[in-house]
């Protein structure tokens, strides 16, 4: 069975920075497309950036274009999401998720089968 293990979440201040990673297993293959998504209390879950299987491809919400930058390491399965300049109203669970089938950075919550548990990332005014 697949699984993501998601870490580095926590408090910062306004303008500050976090490194999240995603850790997946459960398979000898276990190098997947990943997505990162988050979710607001209240609201939807939202898609934040992916990145394809080969780390060729990534792809952004407008809203964190040039703060948030992805990366990953297949010889660790583990993905990263570097989240600079972050906000209060980027104050959510974030969280990681990769796909049964695909090799692309998708967009869509309906795109990824394998989820995380998600890691909470607090910023302060």
């Known amino acids: 069975q697949v699984q993501l293990v998601e870490s580095g979440g926590g408090l910062v201040q306004a303008g500050g920075s976090l490194r999240l990673s995603c850790v997946v297993s459960?398979?000898?293959?276990?190098?997947?497309?990943m997505g990162w998504f988050r979710r607001a209390p209240g609201e939807a879950r939202e898609f934040v950036a992916s990145?394809?299987?080969?780390?060729?491809?990534?792809y952004y919400a407008d809203s964190v274009k040039g703060r948030f930058t992805l990366s990953r390491d297949n010889a660790k399965n583990t993905g990263y999401l570097q989240l600079n300049s972050l906000k209060p109203e980027e104050t959510a669970v974030y969280y990681c998720?990769?796909?049964?089938?695909?090799?692309?950075?998708?967009?869509?919550?309906?795109?990824?089968?394998?989820w995380g548990r998600g890691t909470q990332v607090t910023v302060s005014a």
């Open positions: 998720a990769a796909p049964k089938y695909g090799d692309g950075a998708y967009s869509r919550v309906a795109d990824y089968t394998y």
């Open positions: 459960g398979r000898t293959d276990s190098n997947y497309a």
């Open positions: 990145i394809s299987r080969s780390g060729r491809t990534t």
